[in-house]
């Protein structure tokens, strides 16, 4: 599969963007285990506009992590269209549009899968990116806005005929939000219209190799994205990635070694914030990983670990656990 002239193999997994999740460290920490594609948080047209300083620095990225994608939201054509020139000059691989955030506060304004109910509003804003800037755009979006709505095999042509060079779907509607399951069955639509000649990324719901396998496998998906799926264990990419590759499982990953890349992202969370930012921000990788279920005391465990305030607690913690302390 290829994204403009970047040649993604046979089977990429892309990290998902995911907002106060997808910082440098994460997305890099994902592309060694194997992400062929990662992607920043959405970054505000309206803030990468007015230059708000906090904003600007989403756009910070390394070599290290390339190929990477900037996210850009927003829903006045000319905002987003100034937005992607900015962009553009932190020299991204790849330029994604979000139609797909569900929230209130960006949904209910109009923006991110607000857009599903303004499609003419949505293609102008695609087209405008497109032209605006000389690297790869690509979009993401849902379903439909709701149950009644599944706009999206109709929709996909016509993004393809703004310009854009891929497509991320992810199979629910905004009406969802993260209800339900996700309904490839309606990616596995989009994918197999035969007047759709742009990559197709399946996303929603994947949390193990065989689960990726069966996405390529039954709906013939170009490649898959893993959200919620890689916090906490972004050793998912190694997992997913040699399955895809070989066919055979990973021998397993030693609870040390897991301990370690958690270890690893403390360490990275807390340089790039400080030490009480930087331990609230990575407690929500501590609260979803699988690597403390079924430990004796699974539930005190947790609660002391989310309690933590600093490095050397939260290590303490974890030293109490290895099978050999
Ligand atoms: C905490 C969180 C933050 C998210 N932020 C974004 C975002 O900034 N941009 C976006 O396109 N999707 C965002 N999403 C949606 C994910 O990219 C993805 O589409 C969704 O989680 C479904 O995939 P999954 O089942 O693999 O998690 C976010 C999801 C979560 C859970």
Redesign the pocket.
Known sequence: MKIGTIDLGRFPVFL??????TDPAFRLMCKRFGASVVCT??VSSDALVRAVNKTRRKLEISDEERPVAV?IYGKEVDAMTAAARIVEQARPDILDI?F??PVRKVAGKGAGAGLLRDIPRMLEITRSVVDAVKIPVTV?TRLGWDDDSKVIVDLAERLQDCGIAALTV?GRTRAQL?TGR?DWTWIGRVKNNPRLHIPVIG????TSPQGARECFDRYGVDAV?????SIGRPWIFKEVSHYLETGEVLAPLSFEWQLDVLRREVIDSVARLDERRGIIHIRRHLAATPLFKGIPNFREVRIAMLRAESVGELFRIFQSLTPTA
């Open positions: 998902a963007p995911m907002e106060d999740v948080e959405f996210q979000n797909g955030c993401k992810h993260y996700a996303n929603g719901d994947i994205m893993i959200g919620r799926g």
